[in-house]
Nanobody
Framework: QVQLVESGGGLVQAGGSLKLSCAAS????????MGWYRQAPGKQRELVAR????????NYADSVKGRFTISRDNAKNTVYLQMSSLKPEDTAVYYC????????????WGQGTQVTVSP
């Protein structure tokens, strides 16, 4: 079992920045891939960014490339999402996901953190 706790969400004006954190605990001796996903009202959950276990591989949704950066600190079992140049369409609940391997659908999810971007 892996437990994930997100933090850092909030309300920000368009053009602003936020940094999300996701702390993992539990059976993380085999560090897996982690990612950020988001779900806006009435829409399906979508991948925002993901990062491999060692941090050497990342990929991003086209809509956030150049604006968001995913990173991880394995010593702290924490993954981050630095979001810049935020747009109202980035408004969503952001979820952290833990996958046993890069590219696989997450097996574990955090509870989510709300990000609201005002015009």
């Amino acid at each position: 079992q892996v437990q994930l706790v997100e933090s850092g969400g909030g309300l920000v004006q368009a053009g602003g920045s936020l940094k999300l954190s996701c702390a993992a605990s539990g059976s993380t001796s085999s560090i897996g891939a982690m990612g950020w996903y988001r779900q806006a009202p009435g829409k399906q959950r979508e991948l925002v960014a993901r990062i491999s276990s060692g941090g050497g591989s990342t990929n991003y949704a086209d809509s956030v490339k150049g604006r968001f950066t995913i990173s991880r600190d394995n010593a702290k079992n924490t993954v981050y999402l630095q979001m810049s140049s935020l747009k109202p369409e980035d408004t969503a609940v952001y979820y952290c996901g833990y996958s046993i391997a890069y590219g696989l659908f997450p097996r574990y999810w955090g509870q989510g953190t709300q990000v609201t971007v005002s015009p």
